[in-house]
């Protein structure tokens, strides 16, 4: 984004640059996804659950958002890696959320 930035002289918003706008909108859409993904790997690890199921959530989630990064990046529409990107980041809050509730359990 930073060079998104410098590139076409803008200091603040998208100067009305297609470009940059989905390269804000990237950095926007990863802020919304990733803190919460995270905190649920935390919550796995001190919970205790299998590390198959910590690293399978985590690597879910990477792949996810970096998918949807790449495809938000390329077009404003619909595209197929924003839509893996999507349903691979769920995979990865469901995979996570049932875990959690599986090891709640004594």
Do not use: C
């Amino acid at each position: 984004m930073v060079g998104q930035r410098q590139k076409h002289h803008v200091q603040f918003g998208d100067g009305d640059v297609p470009e940059l706008a989905r390269a804000i909108r990237a950095f926007g859409n990863a802020a919304e996804y990733i803190p919460a993904g995270l905190a649920a790997l935390g919550i796995l690890s001190v919970a205790g659950a299998h590390y198959l199921i910590v690293h399978a959530s985590g690597l879910a989630l990477f792949v996810g958002r970096t998918s949807h990064a790449v495809g938000l990046s390329r077009s404003t529409g619909a595209s197929g890696f924003r839509s893996v990107g999507m349903v691979l980041t769920w995979v990865a809050y469901i995979l996570a959320a049932v875990a959690l509730l599986i090891s709640s359990f004594p």
